[in-house]
């Protein structure tokens, strides 16, 4: 059974890497995104927040999980971070593998994962497909955002693989550092070129 050509899109922070899964989505391209997965299986009602709540008690209320509560439990402790994601990674693989089957007969689809390099999961991707743009553009776009500070910016930079690297190791790289129009064009032709080389 032929399956789609899977598709590793990661960027480092403000690089654009949300506007450029949504300009796959808009060219026709099934787009997995597993942060907005996380937040639906921890907001109200989601499937996940009585077993978080049952592992972290407080950390929930009527919004579900609390980012706030659960973030003081878990930050900078390893073990409990484990014990947190030893409940939302395997929720998310099946949400994953429920993707896969929903989109089986399209030729390409995109899994939108930030941390692919960090995670170590590039390997589970055919290919990858890196969100670029210059440092100060990528700068100017992180320190607009509310809340945010230099010191928070240079921590999230320390966490995630330099962007050189990324570009390195990438089969593609998208550059927003050009116009909106660009990158869509940009997007739109590596669309094809995908689903060229899926067909072959």
Same mark, same amino acid.
Do not use: N, Y
């Given at each position: 059974?032929?399956?789609?050509?899977?598709?590793?899109?990661?960027?480092?922070?403000?690089?654009?890497?949300? !506007?450029?899964?949504?300009?796959?989505?808009?060219?026709?391209?099934?787009?997995?995104?597993?942060?907005?997965?996380?937040?639906?299986?921890?907001?109200?009602?989601?499937?996940?927040?009585?077993?978080?709540?049952?592992?972290?008690?407080?950390?929930?209320?009527?919004?579900?999980?609390?980012?706030?509560?659960?973030?003081?439990?878990?930050?900078?402790?390893?073990?409990?971070?484990?014990?947190?994601?030893?409940?939302?990674?395997?929720?998310?693989?099946?949400?994953?593998?429920?993707?896969?089957?929903?989109?089986?007969?399209?030729?390409?689809?995109?899994?939108?994962?930030?941390?692919?390099?960090?995670?170590?999961?590039?390997?589970?991707?055919?290919?990858?497909?890196?969100?670029?743009?210059?440092?100060? !553009?990528?700068?100017?776009?992180?320190?607009?955002?509310?809340?945010?500070?230099?010191?928070?910016?240079?921590?999230?930079?320390?966490?995630? !693989?330099?962007?050189?690297?990324?570009?390195?190791?990438?089969?593609?790289?998208?550059?927003?550092? !050009?116009?909106?129009?660009?990158?869509?064009?940009?997007?739109?032709?590596?669309?094809?070129?995908?689903?060229?080389?899926?067909?072959?």
């Amino acid at each position: 059974m032929s399956r789609p050509l899977i598709v590793g899109l990661t960027g480092s922070i403000g690089m654009g890497k949300s !506007t450029v899964a949504a300009m796959f989505e808009a060219a026709g391209v099934p787009v997995f995104d597993a942060d907005a997965e996380v937040r639906a299986m921890q907001g109200p009602d989601g499937e996940l927040v009585p077993a978080i709540e049952a592992a972290f008690p407080g950390s929930t209320d009527e919004g579900g999980v609390s980012r706030e509560k659960l973030g003081a439990l878990v930050f900078g402790d390893p073990e409990e971070l484990a014990r947190l994601e030893a409940i939302v990674h395997p929720a998310v693989a099946t949400k994953r593998e429920a993707f896969l089957i929903e989109h089986a007969g399209a030729p390409v689809v995109v899994f939108d994962i930030p941390l692919l390099f960090e995670k170590g999961g590039a390997g589970s991707v055919d290919r990858v497909v890196v969100v670029s743009a210059p440092a100060e !553009t990528q700068r100017a776009r992180v320190l607009a955002r509310p809340g945010m500070t230099e010191e928070k910016f240079a921590h999230i930079l320390e966490l995630q !693989t330099p962007d050189a690297q990324k570009r390195a190791r990438a089969d593609h790289v998208i550059d927003t550092g !050009t116009t909106l129009e660009q990158t869509e064009d940009a997007v739109i032709a590596l669309a094809a070129e995908l689903r060229a080389e899926s067909a072959a």
